[in-house]
């Protein structure tokens, strides 16, 4: 394997467990290739369909496809983020309620970190109620539907349909990105329209969302700031998503 193709291959891999990379974010993991090079390199690499290239950088296939991610991969991003973001939910909940729990790493070790106590609990997580299995008082329900396996999660009209069912008191929802031009993302059509039923059956909508999701535009919005209560951080949120948040009522942990 030549020195270029060494190279390309590094540049798909940062930018699959990235997500998406900006231009000036490949300079600087790649100090000694010229600006011209790397431009040729994410050229090629679009070519041959291994990255898809966007205005001021590049993103990962795997998001663009509807994967949104290796669930197993993704678990090893951010974990003390994760960790963070977690504890804070953990505040939120309340004996006695019913709420609906999304997939996602956050969103599982968010479930590993809930209390055994009487809950009614939807998810469509299978990692999340893999972790809720080691509780007994609390009710786990899994929506049927159709299985995605790469983020070990169902969707679906099925799913849907059964979420339309219940009256939430809380719906924690994980986030693939969120970008002011089109708000809340991800990267599957159904799992879109799955978040927006929890959002509308929902008395209180909490984002369990680390601050590397903001300025990701992924391809199907299921919601805006508007359609959120609580935005559940790291704390390393931007100022500018700050203010945003502020100008909706949204409140920040």
Do not use: W
Request: overall charge neutral.
């Amino acid at each position: 394997m030549d020195s270029m193709e060494m190279r390309r291959n590094a540049i798909v891999q940062l930018i699959n467990e990235k997500e998406t990379v900006t231009f000036a974010q490949l300079k600087e993991e790649f100090p000694d290739v010229s600006e011209m090079t790397l431009r040729t390199d994410l050229k090629c690499l679009d070519q041959e369909k291994k990255i898809l290239r966007v205005h001021g950088g590049a993103r990962s296939v795997q998001v663009i496809i509807g994967t949104d991610g290796f669930l197993n991969r993704k678990s090893f991003h951010n974990i003390s983020e994760k960790k963070e973001i977690a504890r804070k939910a953990l505040s939120l909940l309340r004996p006695d309620t019913t709420f609906f729990l999304d997939s996602g790493s956050t969103a599982t070790i968010f479930a590993g970190q809930i209390p055994d106590i009487s809950y009614l609990i939807y998810t469509t997580g299978l990692s999340c109620a893999t972790e809720l299995a080691n509780l007994s008082k609390p009710t786990v329900m899994i929506p049927g539907g159709k299985l995605n396996r790469y983020s070990q999660s169902v969707c679906g009209f099925s799913a849907i349909r059964e979420l339309e069912r219940v009256n939430f008191n809380q719906a924690f929802l994980g986030v693939t990105g969120f970008h002011p031009e089109v708000g809340f993302s991800c990267g599957i059509s159904d799992e879109a329209f799955l978040k927006q039923t929890a959002i509308r059956k929902a008395d209180q909508v909490i984002a369990l969302m680390d601050s590397s999701k903001v300025g990701v535009k992924c391809s199907f919005s299921f919601g805006q700031l508007s359609d959120i209560d609580i935005v559940v951080s790291d704390g390393k949120l931007p100022k500018e998503f700050l203010v945003q948040c502020k100008r909706y009522g949204v409140q920040v942990l």
